[in-house]
């Protein structure tokens, strides 16, 4: 099993361009999560998908938009890039959300510069 | 508001000294507990978690931590540290039924 993969690993943006980041997972997981990493802020949530048909926001969802495309599928769009969106990005997913028990697996990272 | 707070942001140690990374919550109720490390470009690693039972949890590499429910902590311990422990490291509490929220992280860097 690959886990969580994600794809593009590293992506330049000039502000004001619009992409999409891709994520797959292949643990047959109900719910599945986009986090930023910055330096000093640890990981926080742009937006999450309890199950295939539902998203909701995070604490960070400003600038962001998602696509639950189907159980494995999750993306993530920036639809006119800042350059306070320079960050990594993970993808994550786990059996449910919420529920005792469940552990968070993450991707690879993408690695995003919007100049 | 609430949080997850790892007070220490970068922790120097040389191979073979005792390694303590402190966490604190501020979520009352029911909690999931969780430390994560991540390798230099690489992606976030489990390293244990508790959901319930005995508060001391052990998990990969010969880490291992404690949760004490009054000190609303979570505090991860390693005995001796080795080069290849360099990484950041991060606390991670999920209250009840929520999502999960992440402390700023630990860098441990360890000397040969």
């Known amino acids: 099993n690959a886990g969580v993969t994600q794809t593009p690993k590293f992506q330049v943006l000039k502000t004001g361009q619009s992409m999409t980041l891709q994520c797959a997972q292949d643990?047959?997981?109900?719910?599945m999560y986009w986090y930023r990493q910055d330096p000093g802020m640890g990981l926080r949530l742009i937006y999450y998908?309890?199950?295939?048909?539902?998203?909701d926001k995070g604490e960070v969802p400003n600038g962001y938009n998602v696509s639950r495309l189907n159980k494995r599928e999750f993306s993530l769009r920036l639809e006119s890039a800042a350059p306070s969106q320079t960050s990594v990005y993970f993808c994550?997913?786990?059996?449910?959300?919420?529920?005792?028990?469940?552990?968070?697996?993450f991707g690879e990272g993408s690695w995003l510069t919007v100049v | 508001a609430q949080s997850v707070s790892q007070h220490n942001h970068h922790v120097i140690l040389s191979e073979a000294a005792s390694l303590e990374l402190g966490c604190n919550y501020s979520?009352?109720?029911?909690?999931?507990l969780f430390w994560y490390v991540q390798y230099p470009g690489q992606h976030l690693q489990l390293l244990l978690k508790?959901?319930?039972?005995?508060?001391l949890v052990k998990g990969i590499k010969g880490f291992e931590a404690e949760f004490i429910k009054s000190k609303f902590s979570f505090n991860l311990r390693k005995p001796s540290v080795q080069w290849s422990d360099t990484a950041e490291y991060f606390c991670?509490?999920?209250?009840?039924?929520?999502?999960?929220?992440f402390g700023t992280g630990t860098r441990l860097t360890v000397i040969p």
């Open positions: 994550a997913s786990s059996e449910s959300q919420g529920a005792r028990g469940n552990t968070i697996y």
């Open positions: 643990m047959n997981h109900n719910s």
């Open positions: 998908s309890a199950s295939e048909g539902t998203t």
């Open positions: 979520y009352g109720g029911t909690v999931n």
């Open positions: 508790y959901f319930s039972g005995d508060p």
């Open positions: 991670a509490v999920r209250p009840g039924a929520n999502n999960l929220f």
